[in-house]
């Protein structure tokens, strides 16, 4: 009787072993592969990884399977069913099917849309690596029947016609339809009134709307294409000829269906038409709905360039509460941006979490010097963006972006890399130093609030600073609890600028000329010692960009000056030339001795926060050297760019 207990005793403290192991190794693998946060709150989706990340930490995972066939088969199952359960198997592999030619009409009848035998991997360097279905050491176990299974309930198509669509939808209507999921990604070359999706669109506004929306469920269309000869809104036409707001009813008084078509990803390349007004192609949007929109400016060169008014993207009404990310691109050498009055209700998004865009950093000054009675200190080509009230629209955008309770990464780029135009001033005298200085503060104080507004929801900023970004921008960024990523590229340091004389004879006399002269201020080295050695800052993650091998020298003594005082959990590195990467390994490794001796030194402990390193190059050269490097004190991810 006693053994019988015991056994009993024995088997539940297996069993409780188990959940404890489990629970243990769950917690690693979402380290390692990176635990996406669903931003709509559903549970149902919470434990997606980034399963790119699988790649960078393979030789970690392999140690851990290795500890026992236990622990195998926990992370082996963990990461297989994440795969499966989590729509994540078709961004994890490359799926060359046969069918890839073929539209949704061709190829219904073949269940057969895959050759296992060109069903791949593929790593953080493009290689390809086949597929193993069960064999004993594959990490990653997928059954083949899992796989069948899958590919005979999960359509992709990279081709679509509208004859597709209506026969899709037929099927769907009376229940024939095989698939639970249908995919769509095309790209197209260009938009006009034949097109695919306009076709679909005015198809659509005569069907049940409720049918419509049931199908859309299954139905993901991806789509890119380019806007030919812009876009005007039909509705906008219709006001214009008088019609009746009546007209949107049938002829039973029933209201019509909305002519809106809803899909997951749109990218439209845009092209600017010069007709006097402001460039209406992202209202096409409002017919358009994504939940991911991206407007590339248009690549085509021109002697008078025009200007789009990102208004309507920016606008809920517009656009569509189901917008999730907005991002505005430049293409070629286009100075196109989005300006400061675009973004005024953004805080109106509901579902908005990302958001990518190019400002003009120095039309956004000329216009600031210009309301403080200064000169004018930069004009672009096409003289656009000018504002008489520059400074109560830049305030209304930067308190638009904070109150929006979606928003979590904001990434603000300068449109082009430019210098400030002199060219109607002789002399450069102190008075004249102090204008550009005073506008330059104004800037900087506008954006204050992003870093140090205690109710925001940024979770991550990624900012062009130009040098116009003074210390007092960042002096309460200790409030903010919400920032967890910072990246601040571009030239990140602070510039002051004064009238220096300068001349042949240096004695004050005619030939003296004055220049300007520019101090510089680091931002890096207040945000080290103020900002992420202190216990109360909310940032974990810090992105540094190198444009020049001095700047090396001096961010790795921060980083020692600091190393464990440091609040960070990663730094990450990235190199404008690959010729400074062999000067970032030998400080690298010079840091990792000065680390031991100073730990020595000092009696320290091997207590520091800071948990890896992630360096993103180009070059292979250096990769190998980089992952030889002894370092018990933070790990070494390495990322190659393409």
Known sequence: ??????????????????????????????YLLINKKNNNNNNNTSNQYKINK????????????????????????????????????????????????????ENYNNQNQYDKNYLIFKNKDNNQYKISFNKEFT???????????????????????????????????????????????????????DDTL??????????????????????????????????RPDSEEDEEEGEDDDDDTDDKGNKKCTTELYLNNISIDGFCIDD???????????????RNLIYRGSDVESDSPTHVNYSALFDPDNSGQQVESIKVKNESDNEEFVEARHLIKVHQFENLHSITIPINSFQILSNLSEEMGFYSLYRNNADSGNSENMKSELN???????????????NLSCAKYISFSFDDFSRFDQIFANQINETIESYSNSFKPLFSELNTSIERIE?????????????????????????????????????????????????????????????????????????????RHYKIKFIESKQIKFIFNLILNNIFKLQLYSLIFE????????????????????????????????????????????????????????????????????
């Open 54 to 105: 699988f790649y960078f930490n393979i030789n970690e995972i392999l140690n851990y399977i290795l500890v026992s066939k236990k622990w195998y088969n926990f992370i082996s199952l963990t990461i297989s069913n994440n795969i499966i359960n989590n729509k994540s198997f078709e961004h994890c592999l490359k799926i060359n099917y046969n069918n890839n030619n073929k539209s949704f009409i």
């Open 276 to 290: 006097g007004e402001d460039n209406e192609t992202v209202k096409i949007f409002k017919i358009l709905k994504g």
């Open 396 to 410: 209304q955008m930067i308190n638009s972006l904070i109150t929006c309770k979606s928003l979590k990464n904001l």
């Open 198 to 231: 306009l076709r679909i669109q005015k198809y659509i506004s005569n069907e049940n709307p409720e049918i419509i929306s049931n199908l859309f469920k299954i139905l993901e269309l991806n789509f890119g294409f380019w806007l030919e000869n812009g876009y």
């Open 463 to 539: 900012f062009d600073c130009m040098g116009l970004l003074n210390i007092n921008t960042f002096s309460n960024l200790l409030n903010n609890k919400s920032i967890k990523y910072l990246y601040l590229y571009g030239n990140s340091d602070f510039i002051v600028y004064s009238s220096k004389q300068t001349g042949d004879n240096g004695g004050g006399g005619d030939d003296d000329i004055n220049e300007l002269h520019k101090e510089l201020i680091s931002t890096n080295q207040y945000l080290f010692d103020n900002i992420f050695s202190s216990p109360l800052t909310s940032i």
């Open 139 to 193: 990490i990653i176990k997928i059954k083949e029947s899992i796989i069948e299974d899958y590919f005979k309930f999960n359509l992709f198509l990279h081709k679509f016609e509208f004859e597709d669509f209506k026969e899709i939808k037929n099927k769907f209507e009376n229940n024939q339809l095989l698939y639970n999921r249908i995919v769509v990604n095309v790209d197209t070359d260009y938009m006009c009134e």
């Open 1 to 30: 009787m006693s053994t019988n207990k015991k056994i009993k005793t024995d088997n539940n403290n297996k069993k409780l072993q188990d959940i404890i192991d489990f629970e243990i190794l769950k917690s690693i693998i979402n």
């Open 575 to 642: 190199f404008n030339e690959n010729e400074i990467v062999g000067e970032f390994v030998k400080e690298y490794k010079d840091l990792i001795n000065n680390i031991s001796t100073q730990q020595k030194q000092e009696q320290k402990s091997n207590n520091i926060n800071l948990k890896e390193i992630k360096i993103k190059i180009k070059d292979d050269k250096y990769i190998q050297e980089l992952n030889n490097i002894n370092n018990p004190y933070f790990s070494t991810v390495i990322k190659k760019m393409a």
